[in-house]
Every structure is written in C-alpha cells, then in structure tokens.
C-alpha cells in the first residue's frame, strides 16, 4: 500500500476509533467490501481499538456506503468526511 493511502487510512482509523458511543446493529452489512479493503481497514483500525469496536466500525461503514462511495470519501477525508465517518462509528464504544 503505498504511503498517501497508508496515511489516509490511519486518519481515518483515529477518526473511526474516536467515535465510539453505544452499540452496533448485527445485521449484516448491504455493502460487502472486498478482502483487501476489510483486511487494510482491520488492521489499522486494530492499532487503536478493540477487535469488537473494529469489527462494528467496520459493519457501520459497509451499511452506509458502498466500497467505491468509502473509498472516495477516504480520499476526500476533509472536515466534513471526517464528520460522517466519526458520526457513523459513534455507536461502537464499549465494544
């Protein structure tokens, strides 16, 4: 992975790690990501958190976008990307 995305994508797992509140709908998500997102996701985000906040971080973000939406967002990751991802995982802490 090359460094911009290996640095977008911890600003975005900080982001994701900061935004946890309650808990996760075990729905399954609309919105499969493919194994090497999930796995590049996943593993940054497990610097930072919990494998359960991960794990409903990552459920959250497949309900609401697909993978091509997350991936745009992740490159625009300006103040108000950052709003929406923080907004979406708020309902993982505790996990």
Do not use: H
């Not at 290996?6 to 709908?25: D, Q, T």
């Not at 499969?32 to 794990?55: H, Q, V």
């Amino acid at each position: 992975m090359c460094t911009r995305m290996r640095e977008r994508l911890r600003r975005f797992v900080a982001l994701a790690a900061l935004g946890v509140a309650a808990g996760c709908a075990p729905a399954p998500p609309p919105n499969p990501y493919p194994p090497e997102l999930i796995e590049n996701f996943m593993a940054g985000c497990r610097r930072r958190s919990s494998e359960s906040i991960c794990e409903c971080a990552l459920g959250r973000i497949q309900r609401r976008w697909t993978a091509d939406e997350f991936r745009q967002l992740d490159e625009t990751l300006g103040d108000a990307a950052a709003a929406q991802i923080a907004e979406t995982v708020a309902a993982c802490a505790g996990r």
